[in-house]
């Protein structure tokens, strides 16, 4: 089974940027279409972006179109989410998904593995 490894969250200026990384590891990434979610204390964990296995596609939550990016790296074993001009409603935990069917879907319950979690806090 894979396992999620998010790093890279913290806390950064309204209009600044972050680049999360999600490593995975005890199986090739590859086998995997990718998620990010995020979520705010007492809300529903929501869709950010999705990467399908081989990278060429992807989709994005209309909140963050033009603004993040997601990546991946399958030699490195490793997804990224890029973000730009970041916005104080960006505040949340971001979480690094993965599932073994293709498709992009929004539902987190289409996402079988999950990592811990990292931080990113937008200041105003």
């Known amino acids: 089974q894979v396992q999620l490894v998010e790093s890279g969250g913290g806390l950064v200026q309204a209009g600044g940027s972050l680049r999360l990384s999600c490593a995975a590891s005890?199986?090739?990434?590859?086998?995997?279409?990718m998620g990010w979610f995020r979520q705010v204390l007492g809300k529903e964990r929501e869709f950010v972006a999705g990467?399908?296995?081989?990278?060429?596609?992807?989709r994005y939550a209309d909140s963050v179109k033009a603004r993040f990016t997601i990546s991946r790296d399958n030699a490195e074993n490793t997804v990224y989410l890029q973000m730009n001009s970041l916005k104080t409603e960006d505040t949340a935990v971001y979480y690094c998904?993965?599932?073994?069917?293709?498709?992009?879907?929004?539902?987190?319950?289409?996402?079988?593995?999950w990592g811990q979690g990292t931080q990113v806090t937008v200041s105003s």
């Open positions: 998904a993965a599932r073994g069917d293709y498709g992009l879907p929004l539902r987190q319950s289409y996402y079988d593995k």
């Open positions: 990467i399908s296995k081989s990278g060429t596609s992807s």
């Open positions: 005890g199986r090739t990434l590859s086998l995997y279409t």
